[in-house]
Structure formats: structure tokens, C-alpha cells
């Protein structure tokens, strides 16, 4: 199978995965983006835990394609992140705006941390 449809499988998952739990968390105008900054941290989680596993028992190519690229790149979302930093900062919510984008960088980055801590220290 050409690796383009592992990538697009797992894509169509996370992206709907995204959309669904936007929908839940919808905020409102102006309040800082739940659903965008959930999405983002559970896909961070989920890339590390996938990194810590392929670290410990490789996985195959289409697997990789499938969950890593596919799924995570689907579930997470930088366009909207940027768009939603622009919307708060075109309001004047400056503050929140400066927030979001500090809170998401550092829990994201602790997100990965903790998933590949999850794989890679069990045997």
C-alpha cells in the first residue's frame, strides 16, 4: 500500500478526534481556547508515548506514517493555534494571548516529555 494512505488514515482519525473535542470544550469569544490547547497537549502525549514505545520495540514504517505523522499531525493543529493567538490579540486580550502561547509551548513540551518517560522506562 502506498505510504500516503497510512498518512491520510491516521490524518481523517485526528482531525476528527480534534474537531470532536473542540466541540466539547467549545469556548467563547475571546476566552482562551480549551479545545485547540487540549487537542495540542493530548497530541504531544500521545507523539511521545509513540516515541518512547519505538524507542524500546521499533516499529514498522506504515506504523509510523500511520499514528505518528498521520494521527498526531491530524489531532494537533498549529494553523488554528496561530489563528486563535491572532483573533485574541486583534481583541486586546494581549495578556491571554502571551499566556496561551506559554502555557502551550511549556506543556507541550512537558507532554512529550512525560509520554516518552511512559514508554521508554518500561520494559
Not at 12 to 21: C, E, Q
Not at 84 to 96: A, C, D, Q, R, V
Not at 112 to 120: E, P, Q
Request: with cysteine.
Amino acid at each position: 500500500m502506498p505510504a500516503w494512505i497510512f498518512v491520510f488514515l491516521g490524518g481523517g482519525l485526528g482531525s476528527v478526534a480534534r474537531w470532536s473535542i473542540a466541540r466539547w470544550l467549545n469556548p467563547q469569544e475571546g476566552s482562551f481556547p480549551w479545545g485547540t490547547f487540549v487537542a495540542n497537549v493530548i497530541a504531544c502525549l500521545v507523539l511521545g508515548m509513540l516515541m518512547g514505545y519505538h524507542l524500546k520495540h521499533p516499529m514498522d514504517h506504515q506504523h509510523k506514517l500511520l499514528l505518528m505523522i498521520g494521527f498526531c499531525g491530524g489531532f494537533s493543529t498549529f494553523s488554528t493555534f496561530s489563528a486563535e493567538i491572532f483573533h485574541l490579540l486583534k481583541s486586546g486580550n494581549h495578556l491571554l494571548s502571551f499566556a496561551y502561547v506559554g502555557t502551550s509551548l511549556i506543556v507541550g513540551l512537558i507532554a512529550v516529555f512525560v509520554g516518552m518517560k511512559f514508554f521508554s522506562g518500561m520494559d
